[in-house]
């Protein structure tokens, strides 16, 4: 992981919105009754911007999906996803008013999931000279990273490279990540991998034939050891569809004007009426704060 350096440039963070709306629900309604969302939310959201200042941002939502497109190659995908509670959903119109209210562009794209709105404007920004910090608990965006692109953890403010990606998962490039999870499943999305075949096996196949098309030629399957050859044989239209499930979409059109995500000066007073209303004792503290920085 590196420091983030605060520089006044073509910076563009997003934020995977609802990970983080469920997050601080979670935590936050064992200590407040009312508003506990809000709370939460925003107050990692003014962090995101006391300590970076954004040049520009985005905060990327979901859209209602009637069918996930993924499922086509999978029926089961995200089935093992609880229900989202009726307290979120209330709540959603509010955030989404709040963080305009903050000069922070609301985006969502009908049919699409949030990761591939997120894969598709980060390489497009990639092509047009910006710095993504994609900020996000979710290791499927690990697949994003590049020297243009890198996950940014908001509580120490460190960005998470491709260098960090390779070590943690014991992997050649940070190409082969769809490749593992191919192989090994994610518990997370319910995507199968192939049953039984850890980490530890996956990497070495992974080291030795670089990705799951070589793993799978004839040629090469008659080298891996016999109980091994087994699984791969019977369980090889898994992996496959399992890279079609964990793989980002990166080519959606995203017809938005750069402008659009352009961060404009707020007004403070306004904001500060907001959210004392909210929750005025919490947020004092965070203002303490606020004063002395730009946001």
């Not at 601080?24 to 969302?37: A, D, M, Q, R, S």
């Not at 049953?195 to 891996?224: D, E, H």
């Given at each position: 992981?590196?420091?983030?350096?605060?520089?006044?440039?073509?910076?563009?963070?997003?934020?995977?919105?609802?990970?983080?709306?469920?997050?601080?629900?979670?935590?936050?309604?064992?200590?407040?009754?009312?508003?506990?969302?809000?709370?939460?939310?925003?107050?990692?959201?003014?962090?995101?911007?006391?300590?970076?200042?954004?040049?520009?941002?985005?905060?990327?939502?979901?859209?209602?999906?009637?069918?996930?497109?993924?499922?086509?190659?999978?029926?089961?995908?995200?089935?093992?996803?609880?229900?989202?509670?009726?307290?979120?959903?209330k709540n959603i119109p509010k955030i989404k008013k709040?963080?305009?209210?903050?000069?922070?562009?609301?985006?969502?794209?009908?049919?699409?999931?949030?990761?591939?709105?997120?894969?598709?404007?980060?390489?497009?920004?990639?092509?047009?000279?910006?710095?993504?910090?994609?900020?996000?608990?979710?290791?499927?965006?690990?697949?994003?990273?590049?020297?243009?692109t890198y996950i940014l953890n908001i509580k120490n403010?460190?960005?998470?490279?491709?260098?960090?990606?390779?070590?943690?998962?014991?992997?050649?490039?940070?190409?082969?990540?769809?490749?593992?999870?191919?192989?090994?499943?994610?518990?997370?999305?319910?995507?199968?991998?192939?049953?039984?075949?850890?980490?530890?096996?996956?990497?070495?196949?992974?080291?030795?034939?670089?990705?799951?098309?070589?793993?799978?030629?004839?040629?090469?399957?008659?080298?891996?050891?016999?109980?091994?050859?087994?699984?791969?044989?019977?369980?090889?239209?898994?992996?496959?569809?399992?890279?079609?499930?964990?793989?980002?979409?990166?080519?959606?059109?995203?017809?938005?004007?750069?402008?659009?995500?352009?961060?404009?000066?707020?007004?403070?007073?306004?904001?500060?009426?907001?959210?004392?209303?909210?929750?005025?004792?919490?947020?004092?503290?965070?203002?303490?704060?606020?004063?002395?920085?730009?946001?």
């Amino acid at each position: 992981m590196k420091k983030l350096k605060l520089i006044n440039d073509k910076r563009f963070f997003l934020i995977d919105s609802f990970l983080y709306i469920f997050k601080y629900y979670f935590y936050y309604k064992k200590f407040y009754k009312k508003n506990c969302i809000l709370i939460g939310f925003f107050n990692f959201i003014l962090d995101i911007l006391i300590k970076n200042k954004p040049t520009y941002i985005v905060a990327i939502f979901d859209s209602k999906l009637k069918k996930n497109k993924k499922k086509k190659f999978y029926i089961n995908y995200k089935n093992n996803r609880k229900k989202i509670p009726s307290y979120i959903i209330k709540n959603i119109p509010k955030i989404k008013k709040i963080l305009n209210l903050l000069n922070i562009p609301v985006f969502f794209l009908t049919s699409y999931e949030a990761d591939d709105i997120i894969g598709s404007i980060t390489k497009k920004n990639e092509k047009k000279g910006y710095i993504n910090y994609i900020i996000t608990e979710d290791k499927d965006y690990y697949q994003l990273i590049s020297n243009k692109t890198y996950i940014l953890n908001i509580k120490n403010n460190k960005c998470i490279n491709t260098k960090y990606v390779i070590n943690k998962y014991n992997i050649n490039n940070i190409k082969q990540i769809i490749d593992l999870f191919s192989i090994i499943g994610d518990k997370s999305d319910n995507i199968p991998g192939i049953p039984n075949i850890g980490i530890i096996k996956a990497n070495k196949l992974l080291k030795k034939y670089k990705n799951i098309n070589i793993i799978f030629l004839k040629k090469n399957i008659k080298f891996i050891e016999k109980n091994f050859k087994f699984k791969i044989e019977k369980y090889k239209y898994l992996a496959k569809i399992s890279k079609k499930l964990f793989k980002i979409n990166t080519n959606i059109d995203i017809k938005k004007n750069i402008n659009f995500f352009y961060r404009k000066k707020i007004n403070i007073l306004k904001i500060k009426k907001i959210f004392f209303y909210i929750n005025k004792f919490f947020f004092k503290k965070k203002f303490k704060k606020i004063n002395y920085f730009y946001i």
